[in-house]
């Protein structure tokens, strides 16, 4: 920079530059050439292979380009040169593009686009093929543009970023409540799409990370902001159409468009949350919170509680990407000048014209004459001048050159600072994501902590309202036993009252009657009375007619005086003696008069006694019959809620039934498609086990129909047949499984049958399920054609049992010790055989053969003597298991009992005989010559492994503290030892005996090496393929001695199959 400071100083005045001039060309053709160029250079730059954020600033480009032009024909002549269909980012970015033009461009755009639908709707059914990355992407949003053009395209009032008042939405629907129902059904549509690109995106990322910061990260997201902003709009348009059409349409038609609201209402909530916690959206948009639960459309006064929600986009808002740059360049001084505001730096190219045109202002530019005019300056020849300006021209080069190299450093620096920033930043990002993440985690289980809570006190309560239930029904009870009692009572206080009022009425008609003969009485008495005074009238006339005769007769005649004296005399007295009996007689019948008033009043007392008790008991009757009516309502709804209650827990009853058959049906539903699994191919079993589960099957179906028939007979008896149902479908499932894994185990023909069988077992249990699942066929089950599938199994599985578990008690017993006696004989005879066989080579070899005889056959000895120690280490500890585990039994029931180790230790014991006897004859045959190295060898391997399984076999019963295990341990590794002496020694002999051909090419041509060479390259290719072969023999005959040990022995049969 000092010497681009001094070379100011030196030149006085600017150097000329020449301008190239464009003359003759139309200034509108040039603005529109000027502007397509523009316009082609923003799309590629916002359109690019490059997984990062679409620019902000080259998307405006391409807007404002859509409004200068009214319409897209430029947008899309530059589309169409790009290779969309080949490159899944760069048709991403182009619909992030288009999206944004169909938004915010000109309203041309959307007629101008639906030329290119077709290209559009195939370029998404071929990204579609793709089932991840952007492929999947594309293609989904390639439909979310191709609907938002059909939507706009239909409804052509809505603009293209959705943005419309309430008179406006009116107005889009005519007032016509079909219009606004196929309105509703549209945008239903259009957000279906939009959410599917949002729940698309999501799952395309991994939300463990901190996706947002990174470039691929936000390539992805930048998009949904414009989704989020269409769907604000849509969601808010779809609860003012319901509301509107649920003022027009009854409710029922509009339950699916509820239902469908509901819906795409829970998953707009959802990811509207989740965006809102991404770093990304947060500096970039403000995302709406819809409310908790959805608006209520069948209540008309709700509109007025929905708030319509509003994205906020802040107004200075910048892309991460600009950011970045403007941070990182503030950190560094790349000594690059400052250019004039509106100039954009792309790439390098456009920095270096940057630094021209600086060095063109410092130094001059473009004039029209010449300030440099050295033919009049102090009379200088054009020689001076030449060199001054080569001169200069040279000092400009070296520093443009020194300038470049400057540029290059600090770039360097700038991108070493500017990667350590993005770093910095990403780690900032992520440690923030985590905390946020961590914040949301404790959110999360403080939710689901205060749930758990909310749930223990839910089930309290309902534990509570539960014991006030048994204890309002306890209380109802005892009032229903009191209301009973009361009522018992009131019946019998009503009986008492009818025979009290009986009583009543017929002391009322005794009364009634008494007053009758009262009044008889009294008629009488008065006729009486009255008979008595016309009586006492008449005798007083006939007194009168007789004194006046008497008076005439006194006057007539005076002698007849003293006897008309005498009888007036007996007239006086019988005169009194009438008034006597007339005055008793009135005070008689006053008597009767006041007897009778007596009566009356009585009467009149008993009658309005009556009259209460008629009243009062009128009164208790109505009572209660009342208290009848509400007695018999109660007891009325006892009995129907007795009967609710009982048709509950019948159906109870029964939906518990048929959840157990239906677990039944699964249980042998999934242990048919298990044997159907591939997987289930490397899955055996035992014949033994399988025999086992067939009987425990045929006797758990056994109880299936007596179970049956109770139920049917009595639905209360259901847990038997509950039982009985469970334990069946596991045991036919087990039974299934096991019959599949046992015929990996047998000849093909055998196990195709016993597949048969299996698969025929599975289908009679599930269709016997099925008639279980109905009341009326329930009756009707068969059983008969499972047993007998099952007795087939059974069958088979008998025949596949081992003979070696057809031994009785004694025959096993016996037969243990027979085994270990011959093992102990045989490994006798071989070391005996291996001692005559030293004798003779001691006799008959020298020299070399001598000493590899000597050493080979002492250590056969030696593996002899190991074998026979292990032996008896093996009887020592088998001994000691029989008598520490036999108990009261004898030593032949231990081993009957214990057949399948009694089995293994009978086969160990075989093998390790017959090892023994075949290394000595292969040993024999070395010495004599003509035996192999390797036979000897192999048999050494075959002994140590037939020893480890006595060992082992010994080892599964045994006390893992006994001293005599320890010992056997001991022998066993002595005879790991002597097999590893005897390999070493065969080897060794093989080297010392084998002659070692001298190879002397010396006298061979180069055709004869050639031919040899060949021949030998053909005998290796040959040995190869017979080793290949030999080890694929060798693999296929370990395996048929497995399985026919397996069969003959009955090894892997435990309690419980191995499939």
Not at 414 to 429: D, P
Not at 700 to 724: G, Q
Not at 932 to 960: G, N, P, R, W, Y
Request: glycine share 4%; net charge negative; aromatic share 4%.
């Amino acid at each position: 920079m000092d010497r681009v400071k001094s070379s100011m100083q030196q030149v006085p005045n600017a150097i000329p530059k020449v301008i190239r001039r464009t003359g003759g060309a139309n200034s509108l053709e040039l603005e529109k050439e000027n502007f397509e160029r523009g316009q082609a250079v923003s799309i590629n730059k916002a359109i690019n292979t490059q997984e990062v954020a679409v620019k902000e600033k080259h998307a405006r480009t391409c807007i404002l380009g859509t409004h200068h032009e009214k319409g897209a024909h430029t947008f899309w002549a530059a589309v169409n040169r790009l290779p969309l269909s080949s490159n899944a980012v760069l048709c991403w970015k182009f619909c992030h593009v288009f999206h944004k033009l169909l938004r915010d461009g000109h309203p041309n755009v959307i007629k101008d686009s639906m030329r290119n639908k077709a290209d559009l709707t195939d370029m998404s059914r071929m990204w579609g093929h793709l089932s991840e990355g952007y492929g999947k992407l594309c293609s989904i949003y390639l439909k979310l543009l191709i609907t938002k053009m059909e939507f706009h395209i239909k409804n052509p009032r809505f603009p293209g970023n959705l943005q419309m008042s309430n008179r406006q939405l009116e107005e889009a629907g005519e007032n016509d409540v079909n219009n606004f129902f196929q309105l509703t059904v549209e945008m239903f549509d259009y957000l279906e799409c939009e959410l599917n690109l949002f729940l698309s995106v999501f799952n395309s990322l991994d939300m463990s990370r901190s996706v947002s910061v990174t470039a691929a990260g936000q390539c992805r997201l930048a998009p949904l902001i414009q989704v989020i902003l269409d769907s604000s709009h849509l969601y808010d348009y779809t609860v003012k159409l319901l509301f509107k059409l649920h003022s027009c349409l009854p409710a029922d038609t509009l339950q699916g468009h509820r239902d469908r609201f509901q819906e795409q209402f829970k998953k707009l909530k959802s990811l509207f949350y989740r965006s809102s916690n991404l770093q990304y959206f947060k500096r970039l948009i403000q995302i709406p919170q819809l409310p908790e639960n959805p608006p209520n459309f069948l209540r008309a006064s709700a509109l007025s509680e929905h708030i319509s929600p509003v994205v906020v986009i802040p107004a200075e808002s910048s892309s991460p990407e600009s950011e970045h740059v403007v941070e990182t360049d503030d950190l560094v001084d790349t000594d690059i000048p400052v250019l004039p505001f509106g100039v954009e730096i792309d790439d390098s190219g456009d920095i270096e014209a940057a630094v021209e045109t600086k060095f063109d202002d410092l130094f001059g530019t473009t004039a029209a004459v010449d300030p440099f005019n050295f033919n009049n300056q102090n009379g200088m020849r054009k020689d001076d001048k030449d060199r001054l300006i080569e001169q200069l021209t040279r000092e400009i080069q070296s520093l443009k050159e020194e300038l470049e190299s400057f540029r290059l450093e600090s770039g360097r620096l700038c991108q070493a600072l500017r990667g350590r920033v993005s770093e910095l930043e990403a780690e900032l990002a992520e440690q923030s994501h985590l905390r946020l993440q961590a914040v949301g985690e404790a959110e999360f289980l403080k939710a689901e902590l205060d749930d758990l809570r909310r749930v223990r006190e839910d089930t309290e309560k309902e534990q509570r309202s539960l014991t006030e239930i048994e204890k309002k029904a306890q209380a109802n009870e005892q009032r229903y036993t009191k209301l009973k009692e009361k009522y018992t009572e009131l019946v019998q206080s009503h009986a008492d009252l009818l025979r009290k009022n009986a009583e009543v009425t017929r002391q009322m008609t005794v009364a009634r009657a008494a007053q009758d003969e009262v009044e008889a009485v009294r008629r009488e008495m008065q006729e009486k009375v009255k008979v008595a005074q016309e009586a006492a009238d008449r005798q007083e006339k006939a007194q009168q007619e007789q004194l006046q005769e008497l008076q005439r007769e006194l006057l007539s005649s005076r002698t007849e005086l003293e006897s008309l004296k005498s009888t007036v005399t007996s007239s006086q007295q019988s005169s009194e003696a009438l008034n006597t009996q007339l005055a008793a007689l009135e005070s008689e019948k006053a008597d009767l008069v006041q007897s009778l008033s007596k009566v009356e009043a009585e009467l009149a007392v008993r009658g309005e006694e009556l009259q209460q008790a008629q009243t009062s008991l009128a009164m208790e009757r109505e009572s209660g019959v009342k208290a009848a009516e509400s007695l018999q309502n109660q007891l009325n709804e006892k009995e129907s809620r007795e009967q609710a209650l009982e048709s509950q827990l019948v159906a109870a009853r029964w939906c518990s039934l048929q959840g157990a058959v239906e677990e039944a049906e699964r249980i042998i539903q999934d242990s048919l498609a298990q044997i159907e699994d591939p997987a289930h191919i490397s899955s055996t079993s035992s014949a033994d086990y399988l025999a086992s589960r067939c009987r425990a099957s045929l006797d758990c179906i056994d109880r299936l129909p007596p179970a049956m028939e109770t139920f049917l007979a009595d639905n209360t008896a259901l847990s038997e047949l509950v039982r009985a149902l469970t334990q069946c479908g596991h045991l036919v499932g087990d039974t299934i499984v096991q019959g599949s894994a046992t015929s990996h185990m047998v000849p093909v023909e055998k196990a195709d049958a016993l597949s048969e069988n299996v698969k025929t077992c599975g289908a009679e249990a599930l269709t016997l399920l099925g008639t279980m699942k109905q009341r009326d066929t329930m009756s009707s089950a068969d059983i008969s054609k499972l047993k007998a599938t099952l007795h087939l199994i059974l069958d088979t599985a008998e025949k596949l049992r081992p003979r070696g578990l057809e031994l009785q008690q004694g025959e096993l017993g016996d037969l243990v010790e027979q085994e270990m006696a011959a093992t102990s004989a045989a490994v006798e005879s071989a070391a005996a055989r291996i001692e005559e066989m030293l004798n003779k080579s001691r006799a008959v070899d020298t020299g070399i053969k001598m000493e590899v005889n000597e050493r080979i056959l002492a250590s056969c000895t030696e593996l002899m003597q190991a074998i026979k120690e292990l032996v008896l280490s093996s009887k020592d500890l088998q001994r000691d298991i029989v008598e520490s585990g036999r108990g009261a039994a004898s030593m032949k029931e231990f081993y009957a009992k214990n057949s399948r180790w009694t089995e293994g230790l009978i086969s160990a014991s075989k093998a390790v005989g017959w090892g023994a006897t075949v290394m000595v004859d292969a040993a024999d045959l070395v010495v004599q010559g003509k035996g192999k190295f390797e036979e000897l060898m192999v048999c050494s391997h075959e002994i140590a492994a037939s020893t480890a399984q006595l060992v082992a076999a010994s080892k599964v019963k045994a006390d893992k503290d006994s001293s005599k295990l320890q010992r056997l341990k001991q022998a066993s590794r002595g005879v790991t030892q002597a097999t590893a002496g005897v390999v070493a020694s065969t080897k060794s002999g093989k080297s010392q005996i084998e002659e070692t051909d001298t190879m002397d090419f010396s006298s061979m041509t180069l055709t004869q090496i050639k031919r040899q060479e060949m021949d030998s390259q053909v005998l290796v290719l040959e040995l190869e393929t017979r080793l290949q072969k030999e080890r694929e023999r060798l693999g296929e005959l370990r395996k048929k001695h497995y399985e026919l040990a397996g069969v003959a022995e009955g090894w892997g049969e435990e309690e419980e199959g191995t499939g």
